[in-house]
């Protein structure tokens, strides 16, 4: 796949007679959650640090337990957020991997977030736990028209899963002092009303794209980097090589291969991630593969121009390497986020809070009254004395 579009674009380049450029070179550090590994981890970026590598961080900020359904965050770890910003300070740059890289029940790092996989179609419901409601297709429907009403209440529940998703990842993240600068949908899956949400929170998005509305199958990208139409404005910066797979005999033989075709190809993007949990054992010899493409370098998305925001978030880059955040999220609004998950609990909450506060006030009354008592018995046995 990659090679046929390598032939395209290189027949499109001659025929517009553009000169190849210079290669951008990629590398992300994936699936990086709660209960990673922070050692092997932060062995990693330290390494790519020494060799003047600039870094992507692929950050769950949540990780969630499939059998029980507790959820583990990131300032629950206090460690893994050390590591963390000790690498974004060593040239990583964080981008949002996800909220929970999860679905239903599935473990964190190996299900879907933003697409309903057993049901193959788009997210159909705010809550993961309900049982998704099949949906029709449009040849079912006597016009567009007909179709598009039908969706719209399921788009609707999309809306809001997908915003507070976004949300909390976003907003999570900074509060730890973690500044997320784009997004990569897990798995690369997402229907094209999910990129349209997305592109309300970022300015770029790393990875492929869900080329198909029916099926999560299909995906793909350019060799360059590009704004698709379908992106509503954001800015793909394409994985092109893979990754290391130890599921084959040779782990690194299909990257190999992709990055001889970049050389080939001249230009474009060669991006790809390696998962820190295989430790240093692939690393080196995958930057050597990397560094072997010719006219070459290497991104610093901090050195580009990115926007991240929320309602209470704003996160810019200017491209001269530094970042601006503005954060608004108290410390209030952190507890609700990370303890409740619905309005109606959250209004418990608020309830609990002031049943309390009259608790106690009442048991201080009780106790002035009893020593206001006091004073007067013992006032009255002084007088009679």
């Known amino acids: 796949l990659l090679n046929d579009n390598l032939i395209v674009a290189k027949q ?48 769950i900020p949540v990780y969630l337990n499939p059998e ?10 206090p460690k893994m957020v050390k590591v963390l910003k000790k690498l974004q300070s060593m ?17 964190t790092g190996e299900g879907f977030e933003f697409w309903d996989a057993k049901a193959d179609q788009p997210i159909t419901s705010e809550n993961a736990e309900d049982t998704p409601s099949i949906l029709e297709d449009e040849q079912d429907f006597p016009n567009e028209q007909a179709y598009n009403s039908y969706l719209k209440p399921f788009r609707e529940k999309e809306e809001t899963y997908t915003k507070q998703k976004l949300t909390r990842a976003i907003e999570d993240l900074t509060s730890s002092g973690l500044y997320p600068l784009a997004f990569e949908a897990p798995h690369y899956t997402m229907s094209e009303y999910g990129y349209q949400i997305a592109s309300q929170y970022f300015t770029s998005i790393f990875g492929q794209v869900q080329l198909s509305g029916t099926t999560w199958k299909t995906s793909g990208a350019s060799p360059y980097v590009t704004a698709p139409s379908m992106l509503h404005g954001m800015t793909l910066y394409p994985e092109t090589i893979g990754f290391v797979d130890t599921s084959k005999q040779n782990p690194l033989g299909d990257m190999e291969e992709h990055i001889s075709q970049m050389i080939d190809f001249e230009g474009g993007v060669a991006g790809g991630f390696y998962h820190p949990y295989l430790g240093m054992k692939y690393l080196p010899e995958l930057v050597d593969e990397m560094e072997r493409i010719p006219d070459s370098e290497w991104l610093d998305l901090k050195k580009t121009k990115q926007t991240v925001k929320t309602d209470k978030v704003e996160i810019h880059t200017s491209g001269d390497g530094t970042i601006q955040v503005k954060n608004g999220v108290s410390a209030i ?26 608790v106690v006030m009442f048991v201080s009354y009780t106790f002035y009254l009893r020593a206001t008592l006091k004073k007067r018995i013992f006032k009255e046995r002084r007088s009679l004395g």
């Open 12 to 59: 499109l380049r001659e025929a517009f007679e553009e000169k190849a450029g210079t290669t951008l070179l990629y590398l992300r550090l994936e699936d990086i959650s709660p209960m990673s590994d922070e050692t092997l981890l932060l062995q990693a970026g330290t390494y790519l640090h020494k060799r003047h590598v600039p870094f992507i961080l692929a950050v």
């Open 68 to 77: 029980t359904g507790d959820k583990v965050y990131l300032s629950d770890k």
């Open 91 to 107: 040239g990583g740059s964080i981008i949002v991997h996800g909220y929970t890289h999860a679905y239903r029940y599935s473990e």
């Open 333 to 358: 609004d952190e507890f609700f986020d990370h303890h409740r998950q619905t309005p109606l609990e959250k209004a418990l909450w608020i309830l609990s809070a002031v049943v309390l506060l009259f």
